[in-house]
């Protein structure tokens, strides 16, 4: 979906519930003073950082018109509609985010390069980047494969299945199929990017980041062939 819409995006925040991603997360941002989200959504995790009291400037970052929508129910923090360039901010966050998989959005190597810079500029001397992006060894998408569930969204039940319409070296294209609701058999297509970490690597020291540390899980397990996540936490190389 583009998430344009605001319909769209609620129904989005109804298929991805709090987890243990969120939490992971949740614990930086509460160790950090100004915090920078890139690709926020609804701005889930920076509103529950605020509700819980965290005190510094918060800046949620999405190109998404609906996802901002529903974002913009908390003015206490700042809402920007658009993307992560080199340059857009300039050493004024101690901690940069992107979660979600948002961060397999970026297909080619140029947006890719130009988010990691952007982030990389965006942070203080001192300051960190933390992302993830889902490890293409463990296959993620041939579990979603034709797997159908059910959401529940303001009291109708709404199926969301996927179907892998192709698998290209790092790219998967698939389209999610929405039904029940508002929604009739909507069809939206997708291509994520699977990047291995030997890629990661090579993409961030371009960037003028360094690696602190790979994880391969929510629970900070290390990072193995067959993890499920590539979870990145870097700092400035200079």
């Keep these: 979906m583009s998430y344009a819409d605001v319909e769209d995006a609620r129904l989005y925040d109804a298929q991805n519930p709090w987890g243990p991603g969120d939490e992971f997360y949740l614990s930086l941002v509460r160790a950090a003073g100004d915090v920078l989200d890139v690709g926020c959504g609804t701005g889930t995790l920076l509103k529950r950082a605020r509700r819980d009291g965290h005190r510094g400037?918060?800046?949620?970052?999405?190109?998404g018109a609906g996802m901002l929508a529903v974002a913009r129910a908390d003015p206490s923090i700042e809402w920007v509609d658009g993307l992560l360039r080199p340059g857009t901010y300039d050493a004024e966050f101690d901690l940069v985010t992107m979660t979600g998989h948002a961060f397999q959005e970026l297909r080619t190597d140029e947006e890719v390069l130009a988010t990691l810079r952007g982030m990389r500029d965006a942070i203080r001397p001192d300051g960190r980047v933390a992302f993830e992006t889902r490890n293409p060894g463990a296959r993620a998408w041939e579990s979603w494969d034709g797997r159908p569930f059910?959401?529940?969204?303001?009291?109708?039940?709404?199926?969301?299945?996927?179907?892998?319409?192709?698998?290209?070296?790092?790219?998967?294209?698939?389209?999610?199929?929405?039904?029940?609701?508002?929604?009739?058999?909507?069809?939206?297509?997708?291509?994520?990017?699977?990047?291995?970490?030997?890629?990661?690597d090579r993409f961030l020291g371009e960037a003028g980041l360094q690696v602190e540390t790979y994880y391969g899980d929510w629970d900070r397990g290390p990072l193995t062939e067959d993890s499920p996540e590539i979870i990145c936490l870097a700092r400035s190389a200079v």
């Design 57 to 63: 400037r918060l800046v949620g970052l999405d190109p």
């Design 150 to 200: 059910e959401v529940p969204y303001q009291g109708e039940t709404v199926t969301v299945r996927y179907e892998v319409r192709k698998v290209e070296g790092e790219f998967v294209t698939f389209a999610e199929i929405t039904d029940g609701g508002r929604w009739h058999d909507q069809v939206d297509l997708g291509t994520l990017r699977f990047l291995p970490r030997i890629e990661l």
